[in-house]
DNA sequence: AAATTATATCGTAATATTGCAATATAGATT
DNA sequence: AATCTATATTGCAATATTACGATATAATTT
C-alpha cells in the first residue's frame, strides 16, 4: 500500500513520528547540522553546501519547515532559516523518556 | 527517483537519520512506547495492542531491530524484544546540541 | 522596465515504503 | 511425529518519497 494508518494512532504519536520522520533524511540532517554551526541559512547557501540541486533543496527546506524544525523570514530578496529550539524539546523530552525507562530495567 | 544520494553524506549524518527514520512511524513510535511501558514484548503483544496484521508488525519490528533501536532475544518459542538505550543516547546527544545551539543565538 | 538574483512550484521518472494474505520456519506440546 | 504456537518471509498492490529540469514568482539592481 504505501499508505501509514495515522487514524490508528494518538496524535502524539502522529506528531512525534512526523517530526523524526521529517529529521530521518541525511540531507536534511545536514541542513540541521548546518544551522548549528551557522545559526542561520538562505536556500542557496545549502544549494552551495550539497550536491543537490536547487528545486531539491527547497524542497527539503520545506518538509523541514512544515513540522516545525525551522522557520523561514523573509528579508528581502531571499528567505532566512533558523532552528526552531520547541520541536527538539519535544524530542529530547521524549528520548529522556525513553532512557529513563530503558535504564531502569534490564533487558529480557 | 526515491532513491536518497547517501554516498554524499556523512557516515554519522547517514546513521543517524536511519534511526530517525525508523522512528518515523506513527506504529512504530507506538511500539516504542509498548516498550517503555511494559519493559518488553513478544510479537505477538504487539498484534494485540496495533490494528495492524501480523506480517506488517513482524516487519516494523524488523526495521526498529536492524538499526538498533531495539533487541531481540530467542525465548523458547517466541522472541523477546526489548529497548537498547544506546540508540537514545545518541540521539539525545544530537538533539543536546542542536537545543544548546539555537538558545544561544536569536533567529534571523 | 529590463535584467538579475533567490526561491518556490510543477511535472515526471525512479525508487522506497506500507500493508496484508499466503506461506515458510522453528520451537513446544501432545 | 503430528499438531500447535509464534514469528518471519515472500509476493504483490497502493501510495509516498526523492530528485531534478523547467518554469513561475517576487524582490533587487541596473
Redo the contacts between chains.
Keep these: 500500500m504505501g499508505i501509514?494508518?495515522?487514524e490508528?494512532?494518538?496524535d502524539h504519536?502522529?506528531e512525534?513520528?512526523?517530526?523524526?520522520?521529517?529529521?530521518?533524511?541525511?540531507?536534511?540532517?545536514?541542513i540541521?547540522?548546518y544551522?548549528?554551526q551557522h545559526?542561520?541559512c538562505i536556500c542557496g547557501d545549502i544549494v552551495n553546501e550539497?550536491?543537490?540541486s536547487q528545486a531539491t533543496i527547497s524542497q527539503h527546506l520545506r518538509e523541514l519547515k512544515q513540522v516545525g524544525i525551522i522557520?523561514g523570514?523573509i528579508?528581502g530578496n531571499s528567505i532566512?532559516?533558523?532552528?526552531?529550539?520547541q520541536v527538539?524539546?519535544q524530542?529530547?523530552k521524549f528520548?529522556?523518556?525513553?532512557?529513563e525507562?530503558?535504564?531502569k530495567?534490564k533487558?529480557?
Design positions: 501509514t494508518k495515522s490508528h494512532f494518538t504519536q502522529n512525534l513520528a512526523n517530526v523524526l520522520k521529517a529529521l530521518g533524511h541525511p540531507a536534511r540532517v545536514a540541521v547540522e544551522l548549528i545559526k542561520q550539497l550536491p543537490l522557520q523570514n528579508e532566512c532559516y533558523c532552528l526552531n529550539p527538539f524539546e524530542i529530547t528520548m529522556g523518556i525513553v532512557i525507562s530503558v535504564t530495567n533487558c529480557c
